[in-house]
Nanobody, 117 residues
Framework: HVQLVESGGGSVQAGGSLKLSCVVS????????MDWYRQAPGKGREGIAH???????RYIDSVRGRFTIFKDDRKKTLYLQMDNLEPEDTAEYLC????????????WGQGTQVTVS
């Protein structure tokens, strides 16, 4: 039974920080590539940060330098540290995971709301 369970969302003032967590179960952790996506009201879902099974990362331009994706292999948990938050970061944030190299991501978390005012 695959589960991705997110936590850590909330409301924060501009310039503040939040740390999102995503606990993954039911998947072979060592083979996973994982992502954080977000969807703002009235907008499409966008991938914002990616981490390979070997820890390599990449980001979209709008969050690079402010957000950090990382993982704890022992806890099988994915994180997103978000610093210097801006109102434009307001969105529902979702974690996603699948075996590296698959063409489409099949496993998603339920989402956690981040509101920046």
């Amino acid at each position: 039974h695959v589960q991705l369970v997110e936590s850590g969302g909330g409301s924060v003032q501009a310039g503040g920080s939040l740390k999102l967590s995503c606990v993954v179960s039911g998947l072979d952790w060592s083979t996973l590539c994982m992502d954080w996506y977000r969807q703002a009201p009235g907008k499409g879902r966008e991938g914002i940060a990616h981490i390979e099974s070997d820890g390599r990362t990449r980001y979209i331009d709008s969050v690079r330098g402010r957000f950090t994706i990382f993982k704890d292999d022992r806890k099988k948990t994915l994180y997103l540290q978000m610093d210097n938050l801006e109102p434009e970061d307001t969105a529902e944030y979702l974690c996603a995971a699948d075996r590296c190299g698959v063409p489409f991501i099949n496993f998603w978390g339920q989402g956690t709301q981040v509101t920046v005012s």
